[in-house]
C-alpha cells in the first residue's frame, strides 16, 4: 500500500513539473506586440518550438528583418522534434528525406550535433557548419551571415533545401509561374529560378501589388510563415497546375530529383518505355533527367559516370532522350563497331513505341543512315515524314556521331 502511494505521489509530481513546461511554453509564446497580427497564430505555434526567441522586454518584434544566420537556425531546428526537457531530436521523416551521403553527414559527422548556439565565438557557427555539410547553403553564399535577409535570398535558400529533401519543380513551368510578377525582372536570371521554385512548391507568395518584392527584406513574421509552410505541406500554398496530370519526378545529373511536365500523355509514356529500354542493357545503362545513356560496359560506365572531362562523362555508345519543352525525341549512336548490335534492342524498343504500325520504315531509314555513315564518314543531313513524326538525321562534324531528331506532327 506504502509503495503504491509512492507510486502516485510521483506520478502526480511529473504530471505537475510537465503541466509546468507546457504553461512555460505558453507564456514564453504570449509576446506583447502580435496581438491582432496577421501572423499572431503561426508566431505563437513556432515560438513554441523554440525555433525563434523574442526580447527580454517581452515582444517578438513581427515586423523586424530577420538575419540570414538566423533563418538558417530556423530552417534546421524546423526539423526536429523538442522535447518537454527541452532536448531536441531529428525528425524521422527529415532523416528519411536526405540522399545516403546526407543521412552519413548526420549519422557520422554531426551525431553530437546539440542544436545549440555556440558558446565561444560566433554563435551561429554550428548551424552554418551543418547547412553548409548538407548543401543547403554555400560557405560564401553571404558576405555577412548577420545581414538582414531579402526575399530572393530566402528562395536560394528554399531552392537549394528543396533540392536535397525533396525535389525540384519543372523549370520552365516555374519560370512561367515567377513572370506573372512586375518586378520579376529586377532580378537576376539565377535569382528567378529560385523565385520561380519557392511559388511553384507553395512556399513564398507575392504582394497584393502584383510584385513579388525583389529586394525587400524578410520579416521574422514572413520568416515563421515561411518555415510553417516548409515544415507542414499540408499548409502550402495551391497554386494550380494545369499540366499535373502529365508529371513525373525524375532523377538529375547531382543524384537529387526533379518534377517535369510533359506535354501530353504520349511523350510520358515514352519516358516509361524508355525506362524499360535501359533496363534492357542490364545495368549499363544511366538515367538522368530525360536522357538514357547506354555503355559497352560495367566498365564504360563506371569511367563515364565518374569522369573528369565532359568528353569522358558523355563517352556512352548511345542515347534515347526526350526534350519536353520542345515536344521532340531522339536517338544518337556513336558509330563503333558492336555499337549497333549491343543497343539495338533497346532502340527498338523505344523507337517501336513512337512509330508503332510505321517501326519498320523508321527502321529501314535508321539502318540505311548508319550504314552510309559508317562506311563514308560524311552524311548529307536530310528530314523526312514517316508516320505522324518529322524525322531529321543529322551526322555530326566528328563524322561518328549520328543524331535522329523525331517531332511529332
Known amino acids: 500500500m506504502i509503495r503504491l502511494k509512492r507510486c502516485l505521489a510521483i506520478i502526480a509530481l511529473c504530471s505537475i513539473m510537465l503541466t509546468g513546461v507546457v504553461q512555460g511554453k505558453a507564456e514564453a509564446a504570449g509576446f506583447t506586440d502580435i496581438h491582432g497580427h496577421w501572423a499572431e497564430q503561426t508566431i505563437s505555434q513556432m515560438a513554441q518550438q523554440g525555433l525563434l526567441d ?6 517578438f518584434r513581427p515586423d523586424e528583418s530577420v538575419t540570414a544566420d538566423q533563418f538558417v537556425k530556423i530552417v ?25 551521403a546526407n543521412q552519413g553527414i548526420l549519422q557520422q559527422d554531426y551525431r553530437d ?11 551561429a557557427k554550428p ?7 548538407l548543401h543547403f547553403i554555400t560557405k560564401g553564399q553571404f558576405v555577412d551571415y548577420k545581414a538582414k535577409l531579402k526575399r530572393e535570398d530566402v528562395a536560394e535558400i528554399l531552392y537549394y533545401l528543396l533540392k536535397e529533401t525533396e525535389y525540384l519543380e519543372d523549370e520552365v513551368y516555374s519560370q512561367k ?12 536570371a539565377r535569382q528567378q529560378k529560385f523565385i520561380g521554385e519557392s511559388l511553384t512548391k507553395g512556399i513564398m507568395e507575392g504582394y497584393p501589388n502584383g510584385y513579388f518584392g525583389v529586394g525587400r527584406y524578410v520579416t521574422r513574421a514572413e520568416a515563421l510563415q515561411i518555415i510553417a509552410r516548409l515544415q507542414n505541406k499540408a499548409k502550402r500554398l495551391n497554386v494550380g497546375n494545369a499540366g499535373d496530370g502529365f508529371v513525373k519526378v525524375v532523377p538529375t545529373k547531382d543524384g537529387s530529383y526533379k518534377k517535369l511536365i510533359f506535354p501530353d ?11 524499360e529500354a535501359g533496363k534492357l542493357r542490364g545495368t549499363n545503362y544511366d538515367l538522368e533527367e530525360t536522357t538514357l545513356r547506354l555503355f559497352k560496359d560495367a566498365n564504360a560506365k563506371s569511367l563515364a559516370v565518374g569522369g573528369a572531362t565532359a568528353a569522358v562523362r558523355n563517352s556512352n555508345e548511345a542515347s534515347l532522350w526526350l526534350d519536353p519543352q520542345f515536344a521532340t525525341y531522339g ?37 540505311d543512315a548508319c550504314a552510309t555513315a559508317a562506311a563514308k564518314g560524311m552524311l548529307e543531313t536530310t528530314t523526312q515524314q514517316i508516320g505522324s513524326y518529322s524525322v531529321e538525321t543529322r551526322l555530326e562534324p566528328d563524322g561518328k556521331t549520328l543524331v535522329f531528331s523525331i517531332i511529332h506532327k
Do not use: C, H
Open 331 to 367: 536517338v544518337t549512336v556513336r558509330l563503333e563497331d558492336g555499337t549497333l548490335a549491343r543497343n539495338m534492342e533497346s532502340i527498338r524498343k523505344f523507337t517501336d513505341y513512337l512509330f508503332g504500325y510505321d517501326a519498320e520504315t523508321f527502321f529501314r531509314a535508321f539502318s
Open 76 to 100: 534546421l531546428l524546423a526539423y526536429t522534434d523538442i522535447y518537454p526537457n527541452g532536448e531536441r531530436n531529428w525528425k524521422p521523416s527529415f532523416i528519411q528525406s536526405l540522399s545516403a
Open 54 to 59: 523574442g526580447f527580454p522586454d517581452g515582444t
Open 127 to 133: 548551424y552554418l557548419d551543418l547547412a553548409s555539410d
Open 113 to 123: 550535433f546539440t542544436f545549440k548556439p555556440e558558446t565561444v565565438g560566433y554563435w
Open 265 to 275: 500523355e504520349r511523350m510520358l509514356q515514352a519516358y516509361e518505355v524508355m525506362e
Open 177 to 188: 509561374m515567377a513572370s506573372r510578377f512586375g518586378d520579376l525582372q529586377s532580378a537576376s
